[in-house]
């Protein structure tokens, strides 16, 4: 597969310089030259396939020529040991609205992110076998992508990672994902905020003496390699969707349990009547790479019927899919933070694919406010035992009011866990059942330096290599 700049279609590269580049030269997102069908046979079968069946069918065509089958194949068993279980939560659900979460957060950092950063890192490791020279993946943080990318790299052999977080600006438990895990992860506790900190980012990748005595790399959420492994689990969860097979739920899956429940009132994860038939996808949206990686399952032949792009406050998307114009906006502050987005980053690649007609044919959007999303939270677990995160709560207001796309069920992404948020769901909801993942991380001691937002104290730290 060959790859292109959405700024410049003249050269083409290779899935490892797109992967290792992150960000063209000229600015613009990497794109495959074309989305690959599935083989005859596979879209059909998903709803039988094993997750790493699906990675593999999936992923495969996109690194053709330059990863064998048999390294992909290890590649994917080392990143995907968790699962994407589609629950059924309100089986009144059906045609009235939402019925089931696709639950995205058993993994380590409890946040989907962990698909593609768990990838990505396996894949860098696998693609710079035989380099001597150690590649440092430097990476600005305003909280959730720091924790994955650090999670996801920890103990990969020739790499190492630089988180730069702002000081006092991001929760305990995020420091602890972020500044806990040592080893090959050293983090750097920026004075200023996330801006600054990705400032001081792009600085370094500007500095000429850290070009020429480095390699360095980003793992920032535009890199094509990030956004191929999301394909996957949207593959899986509509394969399951059309063969009527729901999963039960998981030890970490945030329910009231049993006992909590009245006999005879279905929980979360419980037998239910199952919808069955292609499936509209309500995706919770910041920088739109989730989204835009459902679009590549939809295109490559998975049965899917389309998909909400639920956003807070920050709007606009949505706008855009009304409207037709593109009016990015300053960013607004919500108790969904992952998606206080006003210039999505994944919006170029999305509109380098599809034209605004040919979106606005699979995509509804809608924009739902914090007051909504409280509502949410608490009705949800009133009604049906089953706690959302904030930014699930936005996909379930927006899922619930515009409904499936065909006759099929409607499935919320449940981007994290809600124990990761716990500050804003537990006075709605009361104690949050925390995660065996969160649980390991919360022992931890974050170790962090300070430092100025000073490009000349980076430097120095780098060139030192000690952290
Ligand atoms: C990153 C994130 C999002 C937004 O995903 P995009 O791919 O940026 O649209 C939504 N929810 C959570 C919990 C996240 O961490």
Known sequence: MRYYSTRDKNRAVSFAEAALRGLAPEGGLFIPEQIPPYRKGVAGSLGSMSFLE???????????????????????????????????????????????????????????????????????????????????????TSGDTGGAVADGFYGVEGISVTVLYPQGRVSELQEKQI??????????????????????????????????????????????????PQTLYYAAAAGKALAGRLDAGEEATPRRLAAGVQDGVPGPGRAGPVPRGPITFCVPSGNFGNLTAGLYAMAMGAPIAGFIAATNINRTV????????????????????AMDVGAPSNFERMSAHWSHGETRRVVRGLSVTDDETRGTIAAVYRDWGYYLDPHGAVGWTAARKLGPAGTGPVAVLATAHPAKFSATVEPLTGPVPVPPAIQSALGRTPRSRTIPADLSVLRELLLAGNR
Request: glycine share 10%.
């Open 54 to 140: 699906i990675a593999l069918e999936t992923i495969g065509p996109y690194v053709e020529g330059e990863i064998p089958a048999a390294a992909l194949e290890e590649i994917c068993a080392g990143a995907f040991t968790f699962s994407a279980p589609l629950v059924l939560i309100n089986p009144e659900g059906g045609a009235a609205g939402a019925g089931l979460a696709l639950e995205l957060f058993h993994g380590p950092t409890a946040a989907f992110k962990d698909f593609g950063a768990r990838f990505m890192a396996r894949t860098f490791s696998w693609l710079r076998r035989g380099e001597d020279r150690p590649l440092r993946i430097l990476v600005a």
């Open 179 to 228: 500044a806990g895990l040592g080893g090959n992860i050293s983090a750097l506790a920026v004075e200023g905020s996330f801006d600054d900190c990705q400032a001081l980012v792009k600085a370094a990748f500007a500095d000429p003496p850290l070009r020429e005595k480095l390699a360095l790399s980003s793992a920032n959420s535009i890199n094509i390699s990030r956004l191929i």
């Open 318 to 337: 949505p706008d855009y899919l009304e409207s037709g114009e593109y009016k990015t906006r300053v960013s607004q502050a919500t108790i969904s933070n």
